[in-house]
C-alpha cells in the first residue's frame, strides 16, 4: 500500500439514518465509497450514540466519524467522542480496520479529534482508556502528546491505561 498523504484522511461523521441501519445490521448509504473489513463502528459504539442521542446529546460529542482516504474512496475505520465533555474532559474512541493498521491512520484520525476538541471551548483535555496490552494504541496517542495517568476499571469492567491529552491554554 501506497502512503496516505494526511490530506486525504478526512472525518465524515455518521448521518442519523445510516447510525439507525446500523443499529439494526443493515447496509448503510456512502456514496460509491469501498469499506475495509472492520471499518465500521461497532455495535456497542452505534448503541451509545443513539442512547446519548436520546439523552438530548449533541452530534458532534456522541455519532461516530467514519476514517475515510478521499484518494482511495475507502472507508478505513471510526472513530469520535464517547460523550459529551464533562467538567472540561472528554473521553475519545477509535479504531482502524486490521489491514489498514500500521499505515499512520490512527494517528491522523485521533490528531483531527484533537483538534476539534480544542476548538470547541467545552474542552481542556481529551482522554483515552487504552488496555494495557494494547501497545499499537498507546504508541498513538503517546505520538500526538498524550501521558499515561495511571489505570482504572472502564464502563465495560475492563483494566484500562487512562491516556490524558490537555489543551494548550
Same mark, same amino acid.
Given at each position: 500500500?501506497?502512503?496516505?498523504?494526511?490530506?486525504?484522511?478526512?472525518?465524515?461523521?455518521?448521518?442519523?439514518?445510516?447510525?439507525?441501519?446500523?443499529?439494526?445490521?443493515?447496509?448503510?448509504?456512502?456514496?460509491?465509497?469501498h469499506?475495509?473489513? =472492520?471499518?465500521?463502528? $461497532?455495535?456497542?459504539?452505534?448503541?451509545?450514540?443513539?442512547?446519548?442521542?436520546? +439523552?438530548?446529546?449533541?452530534?458532534?460529542?456522541?455519532?461516530?466519524?467514519?476514517?475515510?482516504?478521499?484518494?482511495?474512496?475507502? +472507508?478505513? =475505520?471510526?472513530?469520535?467522542?464517547?460523550?459529551?465533555?464533562?467538567?472540561g474532559? #472528554?473521553?475519545?474512541?477509535?479504531?482502524?480496520? !486490521?489491514?489498514?493498521?500500521?499505515?499512520?491512520?490512527?494517528?491522523?484520525?485521533?490528531?483531527?479529534?484533537?483538534? +476539534?476538541a480544542? !476548538?470547541?471551548?467545552?474542552?481542556?483535555q481529551? #482522554?483515552?482508556?487504552? +488496555? $494495557?496490552?494494547?501497545?499499537?494504541?498507546?504508541?498513538?496517542?503517546? !505520538?500526538? /502528546?498524550?501521558?499515561?495517568? /495511571?489505570?482504572l476499571?472502564?464502563?465495560?469492567?475492563?483494566?484500562?491505561?487512562?491516556?490524558?491529552?490537555?489543551v494548550?491554554?
Amino acid at each position: 500500500m501506497q502512503a496516505l498523504d494526511p490530506e486525504s484522511i478526512q472525518l465524515i461523521q455518521l448521518s442519523v439514518p445510516n447510525l439507525c441501519r446500523l443499529a439494526v445490521s443493515e447496509r448503510i448509504e456512502l456514496e460509491a465509497l469501498h469499506i475495509a473489513e =472492520g471499518a465500521l463502528p $461497532p455495535s456497542k459504539t452505534v448503541a451509545r450514540a443513539l442512547t446519548q442521542l436520546d +439523552l438530548g446529546t449533541p452530534a458532534l460529542w456522541c455519532i461516530p466519524f467514519l476514517i475515510v482516504s478521499t484518494s482511495r474512496s475507502t +472507508l478505513l =475505520g471510526a472513530c469520535g467522542f464517547k460523550t459529551a465533555p464533562v467538567n472540561g474532559s #472528554v473521553e475519545i474512541s477509535y479504531g482502524v480496520a !486490521r489491514a489498514e493498521r500500521g499505515h499512520g491512520i490512527a494517528t491522523m484520525a485521533v490528531g483531527k479529534l484533537q483538534q +476539534l476538541a480544542a !476548538r470547541s471551548d467545552l474542552v481542556q483535555q481529551v #482522554v483515552a482508556h487504552i +488496555l $494495557p496490552d494494547n501497545t499499537a494504541s498507546s504508541n498513538v496517542v503517546a !505520538r500526538l /502528546g498524550f501521558s499515561p495517568e /495511571g489505570t482504572l476499571v472502564d464502563t465495560d469492567g475492563e483494566l484500562v491505561m487512562r491516556w490524558v491529552w490537555r489543551v494548550a491554554s
